[in-house]
T-cell receptor
Framework: DSGVTQTPKHLITATGQRVTLRCSPRSGDLSVYWYQQSLDQGLQFLIQYYNGEERAKGNILERFSAQQFPDLHSELNLSSLELGDSALYFC?????????????FGPGTRLTVT | AQSVTQLDSHVSVSEGTPVLLRCNYSSSYSPSLFWYVQHPNKGLQLLLKYTSAATLVKGINGFEAEFKKSETSFHLTKPSAHMSDAAEYFCVVRKRIGFSGGYNKLIFGAGTRLAVHP
């Protein structure tokens, strides 16, 4: 158990809908990262937050947004969902955003768009 | 630019035999490298990390990796495979973004699926 929690575990929704994925980092970790894992794209970095502020953006679509709250939990919002958004979404956390750090991953949320 | 290439998409070994999962990296500076493992329907677990200290890095579950700068490689090995080692393994490099050093992301290889046969 990495100490990173994600809810829900599974999510099934229809095209055009909007969903929110939630992540709680390990105790004491200030950085939260979101990743998307799909069969065709592999593991792709989406976005990073550090202590409430956006720090880095990866291959995140404009339909997707995220935020990190004062209690350090984070939410990833996916809107106008398309079939191609079906994937496993991981959240990870690390102590800070610098140095030779490692990231600890949550169990993921499997999103299925029908 | 930072990148990693996992040379085998699938590796199959017999239980009790050695494991070798190959990874080559590309980096314009001294890299931070990691191996992660993903068991079926599970999240990713850190196996080990290289951060410019010892070139031979020991990880969990008997795995180790050797950083070879001359070969730009970071291969993962285990002397004796166990059935529970069957999983997908990812070689990962840290990429710095921006100028201040506070911006980082992980670049994942495509993964190597390890099958262990009785």
């Amino acid at each position: 158990d990495s100490g990173v929690t994600q809810t829900p575990k599974h999510l099934i929704t229809a095209t055009g809908q909007r969903v929110t994925l939630r992540c709680s980092p390990r105790s004491g970790d200030l950085s939260v990262y979101w990743y998307q894992q799909s069969l065709d794209q592999g593991l792709q970095f989406l976005i990073q937050y550090y202590n409430g502020e956006e720090r880095a953006k990866g291959n995140i679509l404009e339909r997707f947004s995220a935020q990190q709250f004062p209690d350090l939990h984070s939410e990833l919002n996916l809107s106008s969902l398309e079939l191609g958004d079906s994937a496993l979404y991981f959240c990870a956390s690390s102590r800070n955003s610098q140095g030779p750090y490692e990231q600890y991953f949550g169990p993921g949320t499997r999103l299925t768009v029908t | 630019a930072q990148s990693v290439t996992q040379l085998d998409s699938h590796v199959s070994v017999s239980e009790g035999t050695p494991v070798l999962l190959r990874c080559n990296y590309s980096s314009s500076y001294s890299p931070s490298l990691f191996w992660y493992v993903q068991h079926p329907n599970k999240g990713l677990q850190l196996l080990l990390k290289y951060t410019s200290a010892a070139t031979l890095v020991k990880g969990i579950n008997g795995f180790e990796a050797e950083f070879k700068k001359s070969e730009t490689s970071f291969h993962l090995t285990k002397p004796s495979a166990h059935m529970s080692d069957a999983a997908e393994y990812f070689c990962v490099v840290r990429k710095r973004i921006g100028f201040s050093g506070g911006y980082n992301k992980l670049i994942f290889g495509a993964g190597t699926r390890l099958a262990v046969h009785p």
